[in-house]
T-cell receptor, first 114, second 114 residues
Framework: DQQVKQNSPSLSVQEGRISILNCDYT??????FLWYKKYPAEGPTFLIS?????DKNEDGRFTVFLNKSAKHLSLHIVPSQPGDSAVYFC?????????????FGKGITLSVRP | NAGVTQTPKFQVLKTGQSMTLQCAQD?????MYWYRQDPGMGLRLIYY???????DKGEVPNGYNVSRLNKREFSLRLESAAPSQTSVYFC?????????????FGSGTRLTVV
């Protein structure tokens, strides 16, 4: 039972254009969502997060949108750069208290073409 | 500031051999985790330790054991390695509650079982 779904395994965009990475979840108890970025031969690193009390969070070129009614979130990268080429994992947590654990999606491989 | 350190970075084992993957964090985090990453499967939780002295099974614990040696160190042991355990293993740590950046990951151990 996959609670966090990233249904598109890959995405290719032109440099300078917008990249939109999608993520769906099934557990209505999830209240905190994160995106991680992973380069080859490195561990995942935190990119951006959003709490369920918000519907948008922005950090520079990266914006995450949350649609709670649809149980859907998306990561927008504008403008996309070749250095953004990586695997992006969506993650969610069902607890805001102690001992919270993240549930990860399978990841999306983003390729930004020069 | 090293963050999360994993050793070794690469390892080749023969079927049936045993080994221990080491992980240490210097962020005074309460919780630590072991994940494996396989193509098309994303990040799957093997074991976690919510706090020093406690360990719990994750999604794919079979064939593994863990030890939370102290607050800093969390090791993963393969008692009798199998080819199905060929994977990239990531250790992560967190403060124990979800907020901010969630987890800090190590750079991974690439394990091949032949």
């Amino acid at each position: 039972d996959q609670q966090v779904k990233q249904n598109s395994p890959s995405l290719s965009v032109q440099e300078g254009r917008i990249s939109i990475l999608n993520c769906d979840y099934t557990n209505s108890m999830f209240d905190y969502f994160l995106w991680y970025k992973k380069y080859p031969a490195e561990g995942p690193t935190f990119l951006i997060s959003i709490s369920s009390i918000k519907d948008k969070n922005e950090d520079g070129r990266f914006t995450v949108f949350l649609n709670k009614s649809a149980k859907h979130l998306s990561l927008h990268i504008v403008p996309s750069q070749p250095g953004d080429s990586a695997v992006y994992f969506c993650a969610a947590s069902a607890q805001t208290g102690a001992n919270s654990k993240l549930t990860f999606g399978k990841g999306i491989t983003l390729s930004v073409r020069p | 500031n090293a963050g999360v350190t994993q050793t070794p970075k690469f390892q080749v084992l023969k079927t049936g051999q045993s080994m221990t993957l080491q992980c240490a964090q210097d962020m005074n985090h309460n919780s630590m985790y072991w994940y494996r990453q396989d193509p098309g499967m994303g990040l799957r939780l093997i074991y976690y330790s919510a706090s020093e002295g406690t360990t719990d099974k994750g999604e794919v614990p079979n064939g593994y054991n863990v030890s939370r040696l102290n607050k800093r160190e969390f090791s993963l042991r393969l008692e009798s390695a199998a080819p199905s355990q060929t994977s990239v293993y990531f250790c992560a740590s967190s403060a124990g509650y979800i907020g901010g950046y969630g987890y800090t990951f190590g750079s991974g151990t690439r394990l091949t079982v032949v």
